[in-house]
């Protein structure tokens, strides 16, 4: 490891590491070498600065599969008869989002307090919402007499061949660049609409040596699982296998190439052993493009820069430097959702990115428009009510660290976030905290002054008997509708101790 940290094309402190216990990790650990050639650096410290400058962002989940409104993006394709599958596949024919409109979805970015978005620019199932000028060679006919069966065809399957003819990633990321909200690309290693893409990552379409070319157990889960529909196709040939390589290459350097400086790369799933020389180099050659993106590590091990906890926050602070973003649906998966009783509220979606800042992670919460463009209205009004929380508390959130050690939390009810120069120290009580807010965890500097975010007169505070301090809250705001704010209530904090970075 010294070796490394002395290389100066590297960040300042060495590579950075996934945690061990990481799911998509431990899924291609068995063939990504745990450190990188030495040919090949991770983004350099100010682009890992920069996300975690961002702290809260928003994640859009949109293709055909909106149309049909399916919960769990493409997902729900595997499970599919191959009448529904033929179906979906000519779903594109029809999408024609009219009430689709990049700058109203920034400004609507703005309201709700998102420093950063996440656009879905190919989901699994290989359908492309940017205008990629690769081809589709080969793909299945669910419906051939006798069964499926390989055809061709030569078309982009991408947005451009919709009646709707617009480049959506375009659109989008002109439009943030306008209001500085960084921007976000994903984009799925598997492709299931290119029978090229065979039997990779869970591909619709298996072979007879899948089990040589997949990661170690997935043919298995694949086969076993009685709710996937797969079908039996003709092993690749090598010149389909390095039309496969080159596409995915192909449509990864579209997007670093002609849609400005991009701030993340948000890569999904995995491919196999065999063809992942050939993946590092088309990492490495997307690193030499744009050399400040953040990766997201999924399929390449190391290779990337940070990492998802999905679905989840981490019930302590993570296990590792490498940068890191829950994601994690609003309502019931992070494709659209029509029922309005699915989607969380304002306070979970506070809370969540209050926990998640507090260990030293960002939070990115997960939403997606209908077939028409539009997000639901319970979505959009629970996130411009998280927005206004933000207005109020957003500096003991946004380019925040977390504190040393276990000083992030003190008992269920507070978190603490710091300034990065270690001036300040930001107490977050989840609840309100009564008559007075006891702190063991907060060292003022002796005759500062503790602010709660909102309120503008100092409040009065004292050592504590027992350790710690205790800042008295005013009766003026004992009555609910006085207090900045509805669900968790930051208190500014001038710190005494010097508290090493992390």
Known sequence: MDNIKQEKHLPENGYNFLPKNDHHWKKVSSFIEPIPQSDYHQAPYEAREAFRDMKYGIRIHWGIYSIWELKGESWPFLSMSFEQRHEYNQLYKNFNPVKFNADSWMEFFERAGFRCFTFTTKHHEGFSMFDTKTRVKQRINWLAPGGPKIEDCDLAYSIMDTPFKRDIVKEICDAARKRGIKIGLYFSHPDWYDADFRPYNYHPMMTPNAKELLIPGEFEEVMNNPKRNHVMGPNTTPEQTERMLNRHRAQLIELLTNYGPIDMLCLDQWMGPQVWPHMRETIKMLRKIQPHVMMRARGIGNYGDYYTPEGFVPGSKENTDMPWMVIYPLASSFSYDGTESNYKGAEWVIYNLVDTVAKGGNFMVGIGPDGQGEFHKKAVDVLEEAGEWLRINGEAIYSTRPRAGEMYKEGENIRYTRTKDNKHIYAIALQWPGEALNLKLAFPEAGSH?????????????????????????????DEKNRPCKYAYSFRIKNAEFEASE
Do not use: A, H, R
């Open 450 to 478: 503790i602010y709660l975010l909102g309120y503008d007169k100092p409040l009065e505070w004292n050592y504590s008997d027992n350790g710690g301090i205790t800042v008295k809250m005013p009766e003026f705001l004992q």
